[in-house]
């Protein structure tokens, strides 16, 4: 029985217990050393030709520019640690925050030793990209959840920056008890503060409930912007509101994309709870539904697909090809023939076209005027002329192209508008087509169904380039450096011989913004009308068999690259000799219409002013530009007066001009105004007569017909009479 009354020895395991969090808290250490090793001795290239460290340099010369970020490849990390890119795709926010630990220990041994004044060590933001396969809005499901997403879309709005609170200090109101250091959660998430003050101190009351308050200035914050992503139109199906998606940015990915820019995100899929409805019923209905937004950790632009030029990502082997393209002798045919291929003939209106895709050089003068570079186009036509295909044909091609109808937009939507933000109350500015073009082309269809007072808002982005805006305490210039394109029908549907001048519907003020106007008319020609329909034909026959493009053309990437490399490379001036050469030319334009005009008595409503001499100027350059060429040539000025010629001088020229008021001659406007003062005389205000039985009275005193009818129209755009009952009473107003 030895040992019976030996008293065991009880002991109580005072470090058990929390094996569990020390396990993880091990686990994150040794992943953080991986992390760090990662980044220090990731290597590119090999021992033969040298290598570098890639992430160690990067941090390294981003530190000492004071820029506190490094971008990491998620290929790069695959090939280092399959397990650790593995956990960062998983669960990608613990294990980002490992990583920005591990790039601040890197940095802290790059730096040393750092300048006085400079020791203190700043955090260091870790952005991700990837080549993976990117997925869509409509992909994101409840299982993708806090995982690592890659997304494009096109950002539709953003945020100002504000700044959000990363660690907190809170005070309690009551004992002056102070909390310090209370990090808060990264993303959209808050931070709830604790409901009751736990200090008990004798004789005193308890602390009341909710009694802290958060220390504004002993907060440590971060820059972050919210923008909306829409998901890209090409992904949209068929009969779909596209669908959008909240993102935040923080730090030094605030202010890298603008709204309007195509982007790829990386981001982390994320949760935060729904707004709170203002009605608190007590039912809580919606008590585990969260809304979902991405928290990005790298954004990479774009620069394909429209919205944005090829200019920055021409590789070598791509320049030489365009290179030796331009030197072609025949390139100017050969571009001219590449746009639209499926449309048959207008020839010269494709020419027209290839150079206001290339366009003119910008000047900047010394006094700080600049004169516009870019060319405007106007094509007044019959229907069924292909007016509209060439200008969606345009908006694919140019580097940034907006297509807009004229009945659906308005002056606000054309140039910019100001909006009221509904969560912060404040007017901000939003662009519209114009501004969006900004270095493209902005198609503009059915030119003729907009309303006069829109068209006027047109004006100043059509030649000074810029638009101006004061609303809502909102002063501002926007530019809009855009050429114009726009199609429009004649007033009577079709072009009327007869009619002459009032086909066309336009102030003579726009039209002498437009640098060349093509008059299309659907001629009756047997010959023609049989190519045209075996042209046609064979299109509907060999749609989808005829892939590759017909020899002589380019085809449509190429000539996008085309046009972008000559836009930004090339800004062609016109030579002496050509410069001589058309003044003459245009001072000899000036006499030939003003014989036109002595010789018909009446003025012509498309006006040849100096602008026409610019537009001339311009249109020689782009074809300079076609060619690469450092100087428009004699000949390049040849062609520009062609094309002048068969556009504008032609529309300027075209029918029998009797129009509108100020082309008539003396004795007509003496009959009509004795015809309208008759009228007047004849029928008081508020009174209605016959129109028939009103021309057979002035008809009987042997006025002409169509001199009455041009009085009642006169009258009725002034708003003197209306038509009442179906058009056969005239009824009088003022």
């Known amino acids: 029985m030895s040992g019976f009354d030996d008293p065991g020895i009880y002991y109580s395991d005072s470090f ?34 040298g290598f570098t460290f890639k992430y160690r340099d990067e941090l390294k010369r ?125 993303g959209l998430e808050g931070y709830a503060l604790p409901r009751k ?31 909306k992503l829409q998901e890209s139109p090409d992904a949209v199906p068929h009969g779909e509101m596209p669908r959008h998606l909240q993102l935040y940015c923080d730090r030094y990915l605030c202010d890298k994309v603008v709204p309007g820019n195509r982007v790829t995100i990386m981001g982390i899929y994320s949760i935060k709870k729904s707004a709170q409805s203002k009605n608190k ?93 870019d060319i405007n186009l106007l094509m007044l036509g019959d229907p069924g002329t292909a007016k509209s295909q060439l200008l969606k044909f345009v908006e694919k091609c140019s580097p940034i192209g907006v297509y807009t109808s ?31 073009a900004d270095g493209g082309v902005v198609c503009i269809d059915e030119f003729d169904k907009m309303r006069e007072d829109d068209r006027v808002a047109i004006h100043e982005a059509m030649e000074q380039q810029t638009i101006s805006i004061a609303k809502a305490g909102i002063t501002t210039t926007l530019n809009s450096r855009c050429s114009v394109l726009a199609a429009a029908n004649s007033v009577f549907g079709r072009w009327d011989e007869t009619k002459g001048e009032e086909n066309i519907d336009f102030m003579p003020t726009i039209l002498s913004r437009f640098d060349m106007i093509f008059i299309v008319k659907d001629e009756h020609n047997e010959e023609r009308d049989m190519t045209l329909a075996k042209h046609v034909m064979s299109l509907h026959v060999s749609a989808l ?88 040539t004699e000949a390049d000025v040849e062609e520009a007066l062609r094309l002048f010629h068969v556009s504008t001088l032609d529309a300027a020229m075209s029918g029998n001009l009797a129009g509108a008021e100020g082309f008539t001659t003396q004795e007509d406007q003496e009959m009509l105004s004795r015809i309208e003062k008759q009228l007047k005389r004849r029928f008081a205000i508020g009174s209605q007569v016959s129109e028939h039985s009103i021309v057979q009275d002035f008809m009987r005193q042997k006025y002409p017909e169509h001199a009455i009818y041009k009085v009642l129209q006169l009258m009725m755009r002034r708003g003197e009479i209306q038509h009442r009952m179906q058009r056969k009473v005239l009824y009088r107003i003022k």
């Open 16 to 49: 058990g217990g929390d094996a569990s969090v020390d396990e993880g808290q091990v686990r994150k250490s040794q992943l953080q050393k991986r992390f760090k090793e990662f980044l220090r001795q990731y290597r590119v290239g090999t021992d033969r030709t």
């Open 62 to 186: 981003h530190y000492n520019l004071s820029q506190y970020w490094v971008e990491v490849e998620m290929e790069d990390l695959a090939s280092f640690d399959e397990d650790l890119a593995d956990y960062l795709y998983k669960q990608p926010a613990e294990h980002l925050q490992l990583l920005e630990e591990a790039a601040k220990e890197v940095a802290d041994e790059v730096t040393r030793p750092r300048p006085s004044g400079e020791e203190a060590l700043q955090d260091i933001q870790v952005m991700l990209r990837s080549d993976a396969n990117a997925a869509t809005i409509r992909s994101l499901k409840s299982d993708q959840m806090s995982h690592l997403v890659k997304i494009p879309g096109i950002v539709i709005a953003a945020t100002p920056v504000r700044a959000k609170a990363t660690r907190i200090t809170i005070q309690c109101r009551s004992c002056r008890n102070t909390i310090t250091n209370i990090a808060v959660r990264p």
């Open 197 to 227: 003050c736990n200090t008990e101190q004798a004789g005193r009351p308890r602390c009341p409930l909710d009694p802290y308050f958060i220390m504004p200035d002993k907060c440590k914050c971060v820059d972050f912007q919210v923008l």
């Open 281 to 373: 019923r007590r039912d809580n209905v919606g008590v585990g539904i969260r809304s979902a937004y991405i928290r990005v950790v790298g954004i990479q632009v774009d620069v394909e697909g429209s919205g944005h030029s090829f200019a920055g990502s021409v590789t070598p082997q791509e320049e030489e090809e365009l290179r030796r393209l331009t030197a072609m002798p025949n390139i100017y045919e050969t571009i001219a023939k590449s746009i639209a291929p499926s449309i048959y003939g207008s020839t010269d209106i494709k020419k027209a076209i290839a150079c206001l895709l290339f366009g003119g050089s910008r000047k900047r003068l010394p006094d700080g005027l600049t004169r516009r570079g």
């Open 406 to 436: 004229g009945k659906g937009s308005s002056a606000a939507g054309l140039t910019a508008s100001v909006v009221r933000d509904p969560s912060s109350r404040n007017f901000f500015m939003e662009g519209g087509a114009m501004v969006l």
């Open 545 to 632: 068999t005829q892939t590759q493009a017909v020899e002589g053309e380019i085809e449509l990437n190429k000539l996008k690259k085309l046009i972008s490399f000559c836009r930004t490379k090339c800004g062609p001036r016109l030579s002496a000799a050509a410069a001589e050469k058309l003044k003459n030319r245009y001072i000899l334009m000036r006499t030939g219409t003003r014989q036109h005009e002595q010789e018909s008595d009446r003025r012509s409503s498309i006006p040849i002013t100096i602008r026409q001499l610019e537009a001339i100027v311009r249109i020689a350059e782009s074809l300079a530009k076609m060619k690469l060429q450092p100087f428009a």
